[in-house]
């Protein structure tokens, strides 16, 4: 099975500050790396697909690359409806896999 | 507008069979894979397995033995039937469309006797 290890697993950050959150994946997975924000009580919602295309409808603040196995997860300009967890999801091959989480709160 | 909802028992016994509904609306069921996931306290997020817009299956082998998807594409609904549930099953089951694209809101599954 492929790993996906996200960090970091929890993060503290001010408005307007930038935030990076990362996953490296055990093996190569191409840009089958998509991140998605769950928020208390809903569904995970799709934020980045094939590791760096803005999914409909989310805020260009968010962007995801790719640097070999290393995919990251960038939030410019953090706004207080930011918070949340956030996760990574490899859909390169069966099983398919999520990070851990990250854990993002305002400060 | 693609909307998904997952309905189930809320409440099942150890060794028991688990059975939940995706009900979907505004695309086909002919057009698009669904998934199954699940999030437990216990392992976080985990893909169960798929339905193929052609009607095919394909499971983690973590589910494989007891886990069942199927379809009924005249009433734009898809079925998840996982047998021998363990206190471990406990969590929220999620289905969801495409490669992941729009989720359900989940439905809370307790297994306990």
């Known amino acids: 099975d492929i790993q996906m290890t996200q960090s970091p697993a929890s993060l503290s950050a001010s408005p307007e500050e930038i935030v990076t959150i990362t996953c490296q994946a055990s093996?190569?997975?191409?840009?089958?790396l998509a991140w998605y924000q769950q928020k208390p009580g809903k569904s995970p919602q799709l934020l980045i697909y094939?590791?760096?295309s803005l999914a409909d409808g989310i805020p260009s603040r968010f962007s995801g690359s790719r640097s070999g196995t290393q995919y990251s997860l960038k939030i410019s300009r953090l706004q207080v409806e930011d918070t949340g967890i956030y996760y990574c999801?490899?859909?390169?091959?069966?099983?398919?896999?999520f990070g851990a989480g990250t854990k993002l709160e305002l400060k | 507008q693609v909307q998904l909802k997952e309905t189930g028992p809320g409440l099942v016994q150890p060794t028991q069979t688990l059975s939940i509904t995706c009900t979907v609306s505004?695309?086909?069921?002919?057009?698009?894979?669904m998934q199954w996931v699940r999030q437990t306290p216990g392992k976080g997020l985990e893909w169960m397995g798929f339905?193929?817009?052609?009607?095919?299956?394909e499971y983690n082998s973590e589910f494989k033995s007891r886990l069942s998807i199927s379809r009924d594409t005249s009433k734009n609904q898809v079925f998840l039937k996982m047998n021998s549930l363990k206190t471990e099953d406990t969590g929220v089951y999620y289905c969801?469309?495409?490669?992941?694209?729009?989720w359900g809101q989940g439905v809370m599954v307790t297994v306990s006797s």
């Open positions: 339905i193929r817009s052609g009607g095919s299956t």
């Open positions: 999801l490899q859909r390169y091959s069966n099983p398919y896999t």
């Open positions: 094939s590791a760096t």
């Open positions: 093996q190569d997975i191409g840009n089958w």
């Open positions: 505004g695309f086909s069921l002919t057009s698009y894979y």
């Open positions: 969801a469309a495409g490669y992941f694209d729009y």
